[in-house]
């Protein structure tokens, strides 16, 4: 089984502040994780993918995530936020077993930015 | 190189009729994957398709099937309709490599919202 807890449903921050998301999963196999981004009324757009071939991952729009195994964390950060970046923000799992060719999506982060 | 597109966009249905939600792939991948998007709610898996067979499928009755075609396009349909079928319906498409279903990144459409009265 696998699931993804996002720990905040509500993050707000002004323009130029950093961005910090956060994320916990859960996984019997070792995970692929995502982050997505959702704007009103579109579809979702891939920020940056993990599969163990670095623990710093580094995605579009300057956004980057770090894998802690130990932690069973994986949060998205952003040096300096932009308007543009106001969206949605959802974490997602990945893995093997029953689990296969399935993708497990938290509940989603609003991201707010304020001028 | 074209993305995936569904259609329709929006769809108003009642109690009881029967829909279908049509998918096309994203150029060279042969899976897609289903999502149910409820209001508020992160995407929850329905199934994924692989080389026309279903290949996975999360906690959704069977009143809800699908089809891939031989050019990787997909169908969705949803028999016996709820109110709790309202939501927004995404499509995915992905890269198998190897002949090997995967969970490989997978490439969104915009979806079809779908109310059901």
């Known amino acids: 089984a696998q699931s993804v807890t996002q720990l905040d449903s509500h993050v707000s921050v002004s323009e130029g502040t950093p961005v910090l998301l956060r994320c916990n999963y859960s996984s019997s196999y070792s995970p692929s994780l995502f982050w997505y981004v959702q704007h009103p009324n579109k579809g979702l757009q891939l920020l940056l993918k993990?599969?163990?071939?670095?623990?710093l991952v580094k995605g579009i729009n300057g956004f980057e995530a770090e894998f802690k195994k130990s932690e069973t964390s994986f949060h998205l950060t952003k040096p300096s936020a932009h308007m543009s970046d106001a969206a949605e923000y959802f974490c997602?799992?990945?893995?093997?077993?029953?689990?296969?060719?399935?993708?497990?999506f938290g509940q989603g982060t609003i991201l707010t930015v304020h001028p | 190189e074209t993305g995936v597109t569904q259609s329709p966009t929006h769809l108003i249905k009642t109690r009881g009729q029967q829909v279908t939600l049509r998918c096309s792939s994203q150029s060279g991948h042969n899976t897609v994957s289903w999502y149910q998007q409820a209001l508020g709610q992160g995407p929850q898996f329905i199934f994924q398709y692989y080389r026309e067979e279903e290949n996975g499928r999360g906690n959704f009755p069977p009143r809800f099937s699908g089809l891939q075609f031989p050019n990787y396009s997909s169908e969705l349909n949803v028999n016996a309709l709820e109110l709790d079928d309202s939501a927004l319906y995404l499509c995915a498409s992905s890269l198998a490599p190897r002949g090997i279903a995967s969970t490989d990144t997978q490439y969104f459409g915009p979806g079809t919202r779908l109310t059901v009265l």
């Open positions: 997602v799992v990945s893995g093997g077993g029953t689990s296969y060719g399935k993708l497990t």
């Open positions: 993990y599969t163990s071939a670095a623990t």
